[in-house]
Protein backbone atom coordinates (compact mmCIF):
# COMPACT_ATOMS: atom_id res chain seq x y z
CA UNK A 1 0.00 0.00 0.00
CA UNK A 2 2.16 2.88 -1.22
CA UNK A 3 4.99 3.58 1.04
CA UNK A 4 2.93 2.00 4.10
CA UNK A 5 4.79 -0.38 6.53
CA UNK A 6 2.86 -3.91 6.40
CA UNK A 7 3.67 -4.53 9.75
CA UNK A 8 2.78 -1.34 11.62
CA UNK A 9 -0.28 -1.99 9.82
CA UNK A 10 -1.44 -5.25 10.95
CA UNK A 11 -0.49 -4.17 14.04
CA UNK A 12 -3.07 -1.52 13.60
CA UNK A 13 -5.51 -4.09 12.27
CA UNK A 14 -5.13 -6.12 14.85
CA UNK A 15 -5.76 -3.50 17.21
CA UNK A 16 -8.97 -2.42 15.81
CA UNK A 17 -10.68 -5.89 15.66
CA UNK A 18 -9.50 -6.58 19.35
CA UNK A 19 -11.06 -3.36 20.59
CA UNK A 20 -14.60 -4.74 19.01
CA UNK A 21 -14.55 -8.18 18.90
CA UNK A 22 -12.98 -8.66 22.76
CA UNK A 23 -13.49 -12.05 23.85
CA UNK A 24 -16.10 -12.83 21.10
CA UNK A 25 -18.86 -11.95 18.38
CA UNK A 26 -21.47 -12.80 21.00
CA UNK A 27 -24.59 -11.97 18.25
CA UNK A 28 -22.68 -14.05 15.53
CA UNK A 29 -21.76 -17.43 18.02
CA UNK A 30 -25.36 -17.55 18.72
CA UNK A 31 -27.48 -17.18 15.47
CA UNK A 32 -25.30 -18.18 12.85
CA UNK A 33 -24.19 -21.71 12.30
CA UNK A 34 -20.52 -22.21 12.70
CA UNK A 35 -19.94 -23.92 9.60
CA UNK A 36 -22.06 -21.58 7.50
CA UNK A 37 -20.49 -19.95 4.21
CA UNK A 38 -21.98 -16.44 2.84
CA UNK A 39 -21.56 -14.19 -0.21
CA UNK A 40 -21.59 -11.06 0.27
CA UNK A 41 -21.32 -7.10 -1.57
CA UNK A 42 -19.78 -3.65 -0.30
CA UNK A 43 -22.27 -1.15 -2.01
CA UNK A 44 -20.97 2.32 -2.13
CA UNK A 45 -24.05 4.45 -0.82
CA UNK A 46 -22.58 7.85 -2.33
CA UNK A 47 -20.32 9.31 -5.07
CA UNK A 48 -16.90 8.81 -4.39
CA UNK A 49 -13.35 7.79 -4.30
CA UNK A 50 -12.67 4.54 -2.73
CA UNK A 51 -9.46 4.23 -0.51
CA UNK A 52 -8.36 1.59 1.47
CA UNK A 53 -9.42 -1.64 -0.45
CA UNK A 54 -6.12 -3.44 1.13
CA UNK A 55 -7.21 -2.38 4.78
CA UNK A 56 -10.29 -4.28 4.06
CA UNK A 57 -9.42 -7.19 2.71
CA UNK A 58 -6.43 -7.45 5.50
CA UNK A 59 -9.26 -6.94 8.28
CA UNK A 60 -12.06 -9.41 6.80
CA UNK A 61 -8.56 -12.14 6.36
CA UNK A 62 -7.48 -11.28 9.43
CA UNK A 63 -7.73 -14.42 11.90
CA UNK A 64 -9.62 -16.81 8.91
CA UNK A 65 -7.00 -15.99 5.92
CA UNK A 66 -7.98 -19.76 5.20
CA UNK A 67 -12.17 -19.22 5.36
CA UNK A 68 -12.33 -16.18 4.00
CA UNK A 69 -11.71 -14.35 0.19
CA UNK A 70 -11.88 -10.84 -0.31
CA UNK A 71 -11.91 -9.73 -4.45
CA UNK A 72 -12.47 -6.00 -5.19
CA UNK A 73 -13.60 -5.33 -8.34
CA UNK A 74 -12.38 -2.01 -8.82
CA UNK A 75 -8.37 -0.55 -8.24
CA UNK A 76 -7.82 1.70 -5.78
CA UNK A 77 -8.38 5.19 -6.10
CA UNK A 78 -11.25 4.59 -8.27
CA UNK A 79 -14.28 6.90 -8.41
CA UNK A 80 -17.61 5.30 -7.41
CA UNK A 81 -21.26 5.99 -7.71
CA UNK A 82 -24.29 5.58 -5.70
CA UNK A 83 -25.52 1.86 -5.52
CA UNK A 84 -22.11 0.36 -7.31
CA UNK A 85 -20.86 -2.86 -6.53
CA UNK A 86 -16.63 -2.64 -5.83
CA UNK A 87 -16.07 -5.41 -3.85
CA UNK A 88 -16.96 -9.13 -2.87
CA UNK A 89 -16.49 -10.96 -0.14
CA UNK A 90 -17.26 -15.05 0.93
CA UNK A 91 -16.70 -17.63 3.19
CA UNK A 92 -17.23 -18.12 6.62
CA UNK A 93 -20.36 -16.62 7.75
CA UNK A 94 -18.88 -15.71 11.61
CA UNK A 95 -15.67 -14.22 10.06
CA UNK A 96 -17.09 -11.84 8.26
CA UNK A 97 -19.70 -10.88 10.54
CA UNK A 98 -16.91 -10.06 13.13
CA UNK A 99 -14.88 -8.34 11.24
CA UNK A 100 -17.09 -6.77 9.23
CA UNK A 101 -17.50 -3.64 11.44
CA UNK A 102 -13.25 -2.70 11.47
CA UNK A 103 -13.22 -3.32 7.49
CA UNK A 104 -15.74 -1.03 7.03
CA UNK A 105 -14.55 1.79 9.70
CA UNK A 106 -11.27 1.52 7.75
CA UNK A 107 -12.27 1.71 4.18
CA UNK A 108 -15.00 4.40 4.98
CA UNK A 109 -12.83 6.69 6.48
CA UNK A 110 -9.60 6.40 3.87
CA UNK A 111 -12.87 7.20 1.35
CA UNK A 112 -13.32 10.04 2.66
CA UNK A 113 -10.32 11.59 2.94
CA UNK A 114 -9.38 10.27 -0.25
CA UNK A 115 -12.89 12.03 -1.20
CA UNK A 116 -12.47 15.16 0.29
CA UNK A 117 -8.85 15.42 -1.19
CA UNK A 118 -10.21 15.25 -4.65
CA UNK A 119 -12.90 18.00 -3.97
CA UNK A 120 -9.93 20.14 -3.46
CA UNK A 121 -7.75 18.76 -6.01
CA UNK A 122 -10.43 19.60 -8.80
CA UNK A 123 -11.27 23.09 -7.35
CA UNK A 124 -8.07 24.54 -8.24
CA UNK A 125 -7.68 22.34 -12.21
CA UNK A 126 -6.22 25.16 -14.33
CA UNK A 127 -3.80 26.20 -11.64
CA UNK A 128 -0.02 25.13 -11.15
CA UNK A 129 -0.80 24.32 -7.63
CA UNK A 130 -0.31 21.24 -5.37
CA UNK A 131 -2.70 20.15 -2.55
CA UNK A 132 -1.21 18.98 0.63
CA UNK A 133 -2.07 18.04 4.21
CA UNK A 134 -0.87 18.99 7.54
CA UNK A 135 0.01 17.11 11.17
CA UNK A 136 -3.56 17.27 12.26
CA UNK A 137 -4.00 13.39 12.12
CA UNK A 138 -5.86 11.20 14.33
CA UNK A 139 -2.53 10.02 17.40
CA UNK A 140 -0.83 6.83 16.12
CA UNK A 141 -3.13 6.75 12.60
CA UNK A 142 -1.18 9.51 10.72
CA UNK A 143 0.29 7.27 8.32
CA UNK A 144 -3.04 5.67 7.23
CA UNK A 145 -4.57 9.26 6.71
CA UNK A 146 -1.69 10.45 5.05
CA UNK A 147 -2.22 7.31 2.45
CA UNK A 148 -5.64 8.62 2.25
CA UNK A 149 -4.55 12.55 1.35
CA UNK A 150 -2.47 10.49 -2.05
CA UNK A 151 -4.91 8.32 -2.86
CA UNK A 152 -7.21 11.42 -3.43
CA UNK A 153 -4.21 13.36 -5.21
CA UNK A 154 -3.15 15.32 -2.64
CA UNK A 155 0.80 15.79 -1.00
CA UNK A 156 2.16 14.89 1.86
CA UNK A 157 3.55 17.71 4.03
CA UNK A 158 6.11 16.27 6.74
CA UNK A 159 5.19 13.21 8.22
CA UNK A 160 6.15 14.57 11.57
CA UNK A 161 9.12 16.80 13.85
CA UNK A 162 12.08 14.90 12.81
CA UNK A 163 11.87 15.32 8.79
CA UNK A 164 11.31 18.61 7.83
CA UNK A 165 11.67 22.11 9.68
CA UNK A 166 8.96 24.15 9.64
CA UNK A 167 9.72 27.76 11.87
CA UNK A 168 6.25 28.58 13.59
CA UNK A 169 5.00 31.57 15.54
CA UNK A 170 6.42 29.84 19.21
CA UNK A 171 9.72 28.83 17.60
CA UNK A 172 10.30 32.50 16.51
CA UNK A 173 9.12 33.57 19.61
CA UNK A 174 11.33 31.59 21.56
CA UNK A 175 14.33 32.13 19.45
CA UNK A 176 14.07 35.79 19.10
CA UNK A 177 13.16 36.55 15.71
CA UNK A 178 12.84 34.82 12.25
CA UNK A 179 16.76 35.48 11.51
CA UNK A 180 18.03 33.66 14.36
CA UNK A 181 15.90 30.86 14.34
CA UNK A 182 16.96 30.59 10.90
CA UNK A 183 20.53 30.54 11.44
CA UNK A 184 20.23 28.32 13.85
CA UNK A 185 17.88 25.74 12.02
CA UNK A 186 21.02 25.41 9.32
CA UNK A 187 23.07 23.38 11.17
CA UNK A 188 20.48 20.60 10.03
CA UNK A 189 21.22 21.06 6.63
CA UNK A 190 17.65 20.58 5.56
CA UNK A 191 15.19 23.04 3.66
CA UNK A 192 13.87 25.18 5.67
CA UNK A 193 10.29 26.92 5.62
CA UNK A 194 8.88 29.44 7.90
CA UNK A 195 5.54 30.48 8.81
CA UNK A 196 4.53 34.17 8.62
CA UNK A 197 1.51 35.85 9.61
CA UNK A 198 2.48 39.33 7.95
CA UNK A 199 4.37 41.49 5.18
CA UNK A 200 6.98 42.45 7.60
CA UNK A 201 7.35 38.40 8.61
CA UNK A 202 7.97 37.75 4.88
CA UNK A 203 10.50 40.44 4.10
CA UNK A 204 12.00 39.07 6.89
CA UNK A 205 11.84 35.83 5.65
CA UNK A 206 12.89 36.29 2.26
CA UNK A 207 16.04 38.15 3.64
CA UNK A 208 16.70 35.25 6.04
CA UNK A 209 17.03 33.17 2.70
CA UNK A 210 14.58 30.34 3.58
CA UNK A 211 13.63 28.01 0.70
CA UNK A 212 9.82 27.40 1.45
CA UNK A 213 7.46 30.84 3.02
CA UNK A 214 4.17 29.78 4.67
CA UNK A 215 1.63 32.37 4.46
CA UNK A 216 -0.50 31.73 7.49
CA UNK A 217 -4.15 33.06 7.71
CA UNK A 218 -3.63 36.18 5.14
CA UNK A 219 -6.64 37.70 3.57
CA UNK A 220 -6.25 37.42 -0.36
CA UNK A 221 -4.86 41.06 -1.03
CA UNK A 222 -2.62 40.75 1.30
CA UNK A 223 -1.38 37.53 0.05
CA UNK A 224 -1.29 38.49 -3.56
CA UNK A 225 1.30 41.28 -1.80
CA UNK A 226 3.11 38.48 -0.03
CA UNK A 227 3.03 36.54 -3.38
CA UNK A 228 5.01 39.50 -5.62
CA UNK A 229 7.24 40.13 -3.09
CA UNK A 230 8.78 36.89 -2.90
CA UNK A 231 8.38 36.50 -6.22
CA UNK A 232 10.29 39.99 -6.84
CA UNK A 233 13.67 37.94 -4.85
CA UNK A 234 16.24 37.89 -7.76
CA UNK A 235 18.28 34.66 -8.35
CA UNK A 236 16.38 32.24 -6.60
CA UNK A 237 12.72 30.30 -6.19
CA UNK A 238 11.16 30.28 -3.11
CA UNK A 239 8.30 28.28 -2.61
CA UNK A 240 5.33 29.43 -1.22
CA UNK A 241 2.47 27.59 0.87
CA UNK A 242 -0.76 29.21 2.20
CA UNK A 243 -2.64 27.52 4.92
CA UNK A 244 -5.09 28.63 7.49
CA UNK A 245 -9.09 29.37 6.73
CA UNK A 246 -8.98 27.53 3.31
CA UNK A 247 -12.23 25.93 2.19
CA UNK A 248 -14.26 25.27 -0.90
CA UNK A 249 -15.27 29.04 -1.34
CA UNK A 250 -11.76 30.81 -1.11
CA UNK A 251 -9.34 28.19 -2.70
CA UNK A 252 -9.67 29.12 -6.35
CA UNK A 253 -8.86 32.50 -5.07
CA UNK A 254 -5.95 31.09 -3.01
CA UNK A 255 -5.05 29.34 -5.83
CA UNK A 256 -5.07 32.66 -8.33
CA UNK A 257 -2.68 34.49 -6.06
CA UNK A 258 0.12 32.51 -7.40
CA UNK A 259 1.53 29.94 -4.46
CA UNK A 260 2.80 27.20 -4.97
CA UNK A 261 0.57 24.89 -2.54
CA UNK A 262 -2.01 24.54 -0.10
CA UNK A 263 -2.47 23.15 3.00
CA UNK A 264 -5.55 22.18 4.38
CA UNK A 265 -6.10 20.72 7.95
CA UNK A 266 -9.69 19.70 6.99
CA UNK A 267 -8.35 16.97 4.87
CA UNK A 268 -7.36 14.54 7.63
CA UNK A 269 -9.18 16.12 10.66
CA UNK A 270 -12.88 17.02 9.60
CA UNK A 271 -13.78 14.46 6.27
CA UNK A 272 -17.02 13.13 6.40
CA UNK A 273 -16.48 9.08 5.61
CA UNK A 274 -18.09 7.67 2.46
CA UNK A 275 -21.19 5.93 2.89
CA UNK A 276 -20.32 2.17 2.47
CA UNK A 277 -22.13 -0.57 2.86
CA UNK A 278 -21.88 -4.75 2.81
CA UNK A 279 -24.99 -6.65 2.38
CA UNK A 280 -25.51 -10.33 2.25
CA UNK A 281 -26.82 -11.94 -0.85
Known amino acids: MDRLNIYEIKGIIAQALLEDIGSGDITAQLTVPEDLEIKAELIAMEDGIVAGLELAAMSFTFDSPENVAFCPLIKEGERVGCGQVFGRVQGSAQAILRTERVALNFLQWLSGIATLTARYVSAVE ?3 VKIYDTRKTTPSL ?3 EKYGVRVGGGYNHRFGLYDGILIKENHIR ?8 VKRARAANMEIEVE ?3 LDEVREAV ?3 VH ?15 VDIIRGEKGRRILIEA ?3 INMENIRDIAATGVDRISIGALTHSPCILDISLEVV
Open 174 to 181: SAGGIKEA
Open 212 to 226: IIMLDNMNIAVMKEA
Open 207 to 209: SAG
Open 142 to 144: RML
Open 243 to 245: SGG
Open 196 to 198: TET
Open 126 to 128: GYP
